[in-house]
């Protein structure tokens, strides 16, 4: 770990972080550094929200736990989804992939879950609410990055849904709630073997590590075993000390896309060995910020920033087609190359403290 690196995840006030007009406070600049500084060691940061909106994701998790629990013990084939990045944009209502051990509630606003058979059902409650309350801290989140590239103001606004959404407008991003190894659904007879890690035995899942295609992600789990891989190649445990209203926030692939490599997207992997005993299994929230299927992934921002714009970054990806094509990791970065942190000069966009996010390829702000 670099000498001014810091020991655990950062974490940050969602209220520190909403913007006002004028010059930034001092409160916000730290807030942005502290934010900015743990996504380029830990690829992830703790984001603590206003405790009534922990109360509300608190109620809700509790609901899915009703919720799953009343499913039957092995999903019908018409629920039944694996990786089908054709429908990425269109996911909605109960779902469950038995390879991975786990179950989840999509709710889209715009869509209307078709339930199998017809049959009336209750989601879990405050959907609504959360998808909103969540939606408005991703992009509070993305801001701040934002302000920390030095790049204009709701630099990505192009690419993200309207608010509110128009008429017959289909919400790109997604509010999934997901139940990992519940022990009366039969998907557990296709989890993976225990590893060992630290002299414990961990088990995870068939798949040993994924990249969310997102911009952002937000995850509260009601159960720890998130890890995600750090700048030196390590799996941290990123949710282990969480108080009730704190979550995970992590960039995706799609931001990665957008800011030309300057932010690195997450590795993450779930870790269910300490749901085992547990009526209910591991429940989680992930809300994820989409990019619009009708706009493009460029990185024109980032030019207008004065920012270095490789090949592979150069040419505009649909949307659409960035999200049905495979990513593989090891061709995206390698972590192992992150630079140690530099100070730039004080400047004006720039409090003097402001680490240079570090990048695969050490681009820096310009001066």
């Not at 997450?266 to 547990?278: E, I």
Request: glycine letters at 4%; aromatic letters at 10%; proline letters at 8%.
């Amino acid at each position: 770990m670099a000498s001014n690196g810091l020991p655990t995840l950062g974490r940050v006030k969602l209220t520190d972080l909403i913007v006002t007009e004028g010059l930034p406070s001092d409160t916000y600049k730290l807030s942005v550094s502290t934010l900015s500084h743990s996504l380029a060691q830990y690829s992830a940061a703790i984001i603590q929200l206003p405790a009534s909106d922990g109360a509300l994701i608190r109620s809700c998790l509790e609901s899915a736990h009703l919720y799953f629990h009343q499913k039957p013990s092995y999903p019908s084939a018409d629920v039944i989804h694996i990786n089908e990045s054709r429908e990425w944009c269109k996911t909605s209502g109960y779902c469950a992939d038995p390879q991975m051990w786990q179950e989840a509630y999509d709710f889209r606003p715009g869509v209307t879950p078709s339930e199998p058979n017809n049959e009336m059902e209750f989601p879990p409650a405050g959907l609504t609410d959360v998808f909103s309350l969540l939606g408005r801290a991703a992009r509070d989140i993305l801001d701040a990055i934002n302000f920390y590239l030095n790049l204009r103001s709701y630099a990505f606004t192009e690419i993200l849904d309207n608010i509110p959404l128009r008429n017959r407008e289909i919400s790109s991003s997604v509010l999934s709630v997901y139940c990992h190894a519940r022990p009366s659904f039969q998907g557990a007879q296709n989890h993976n073997l225990t590893t060992q890690e630290d002299d414990q035995l961990v088990m995870f899942a068939d798949h040993q590590h994924h990249v969310d295609k997102s911009l952002l992600s937000l995850i509260k789990s009601d159960k720890a075993g998130l890890h995600v891989k750090d700048f030196h190649g390590r799996w941290v445990l990123v949710d282990g000390d969480l108080g009730p209203q704190e979550a995970i926030v992590y960039p995706g692939l799609a931001l990665y896309q957008a800011t030309a490599g300057n932010v690195s997207p997450a590795l993450h992997r779930t870790d269910n060995s300490n749901v085992q005993c547990n009526l209910y299994g591991r429940c989680s929230l992930a809300f994820k910020l989409m990019p619009k299927s009708m706009s493009s992934l460029n990185c024109s921002e980032m030019r207008a920033a004065g920012y270095g714009v490789e090949a592979q970054f150069q040419l505009p990806v649909p949307v659409d087609d960035f999200m049905q094509r495979s990513h593989p990791t090891d061709q995206l970065f390698n972590r192992h190359n992150f630079p140690s942190y530099s100070f730039p000069t004080a400047q004006d966009d720039f409090h003097p403290s402001f680490p240079v996010m570090p990048t695969p390829t050490s681009r820096q702000p310009p001066n």
